[in-house]
Nanobody
Framework: VQLQASGGGLVQAGGSLRLSCAHS????????MGWFRQAPGKEREFVAA????????KYADSAKGRFTISRDNAKNTAYLQMNSLKPEDTAVYYC???????????????????WGQGTQVTVSS
């Protein structure tokens, strides 16, 4: 499985970005997808996850109401729409995939076996 994250960039506070994660190598619909982030000097933290069919989603408290995770199984791509961005959202964002044959919704980093390379998001004040 290969994951390619894109869509990061520099945005002013209050702005929006949409991250994409292209999945290749295996059947995309067999994987729950997640987004994590890591700010300088901090540990990687969970942001959002979506199950293999898109029927269940989970968000970190910091993301609720501002971020939306989605997926398009026909395009083998997961997305993270980020609105009302804050300077504290500045981090490298990673997408991750977790193989599952159920509707499981993982949210811990060890539950994800595949990781993308990360995309930088910088929010200026």
């Amino acid at each position: 499985v290969q994951l390619q994250a894109s869509g990061g960039g520099l945005v002013q506070a209050g702005g929006s970005l949409r991250l994409s994660c292209a999945h290749s190598g295996r059947t995309f619909s067999n994987y729950a997808m997640g987004w994590f982030r890591q700010a300088p000097g901090k540990e990687r933290e969970f942001v959002a996850a979506i199950n293999r069919v898109g029927g269940s989603k989970k968000y970190a408290d910091s993301a609720k109401g501002r971020f939306t995770i989605s997926r398009d199984n026909a395009k083998n791509t997961a997305y993270l729409q980020m609105n009302s961005l804050k300077p504290e959202d500045t981090a490298v964002y990673y997408c991750a995939a977790s193989f599952t044959v159920t509707g499981a919704l993982p949210s811990r980093s060890y539950e994800f076996g595949y990781w993308g390379q990360g995309t930088q998001v910088t929010v200026s004040s």
